[in-house]
């Protein structure tokens, strides 16, 4: 079975320019997060999508970051303009069931952001 | 702001000893908990899930949840130096949503 697919695997930018990351979740899985790993701390959910609906942006900060999630499969989020303080790994993470008690998270690889 | 807390380390383990990990929440109602291990520019990788009260084992790994106390702590028997890596604690805190703690790296020493 394949995993979580993103990418770029790295990105270098400079700050106020924009960039968009890709994922493709594991076949089959209707919800999809991303979230952001800032150097020496846990991941922050940003989003989280059900099949192409909005479950819960509450961290995302929307005035430069959005995203999308079309047909319910492939997912993009964008940065746009991009600050200093967005260098991090934007992990993206499928799950099948994620109403039931011990349903998993899988993740991808991850994007690793950095913005001079 | 519901919070996750974990020493940040790094924890120093002898090659075969016991590495223990602690993790404390603040949500009550949280009914599930994981154990993530992540090596060094690498994803998260989940090694461990704990539901009830009590003690799981899975291999070398036990892991442990008090609710009354929201406790949870990871052992790791016979460390091994392929255990060197950062152990994040996560918080299902309802519909697959994770709240992570900011992990401990641990380093198991020859």
């Known amino acids: 079975e394949a995993g979580v697919a993103q990418s770029p695997r790295y990105k270098i930018i400079e700050k106020r320019q924009s960039v968009a990351f890709w994922c493709n979740p594991i076949?089959?899985?209707?919800?999809l997060y991303w979230y952001q790993q800032i150097l020496g701390q846990g991941p922050k959910l940003l989003i989280q999508?059900?099949?192409?609906?909005?479950?819960?942006d509450s961290q995302l900060p929307k005035d430069r970051f959005s995203a999308e999630r079309l047909k319910g499969v492939d997912s993009t989020l964008k940065i746009q303009p991009a600050k200093l303080e967005d260098s991090a790994v934007y992990l993206c993470a499928s799950s099948s069931s994620p109403g039931v008690t011990n349903e998993k998270l899988f993740f991808g690889s991850g994007t690793q952001l950095s913005v001079l | 702001q519901k919070e996750v807390e974990q020493n940040s380390g790094p924890l120093s383990v002898p090659e075969g000893a016991i590495a223990s990990l602690n993790c404390t929440y603040s949500?009550?109602?949280?009914?599930?908990f994981f154990w993530y291990r992540q090596y060094s520019g690498k994803s998260p990788e989940l090694i461990m899930s704990?539901?009830?009260?009590g003690d799981k084992e899975d291999g070398r790994f036990t892991a442990q949840l008090n609710k009354a106390s929201q406790y949870v702590s990871l052992l790791i028997r016979d460390s091994q130096p392929s255990d060197s890596a950062t152990y994040l604690c996560?918080?299902?805190?309802?519909?697959?949503?994770?709240?992570f703690g900011a992990g401990t790296q641990v380093v198991v020493t020859p």
């Open positions: 996560a918080v299902n805190m309802g519909w697959g949503k994770l709240q």
């Open positions: 076949s089959g899985h209707a919800t």
């Open positions: 999508f059900q099949n192409n609906g909005v479950v819960d």
């Open positions: 949500d009550r109602v949280s009914q599930s």
């Open positions: 704990i539901y009830s009260n």
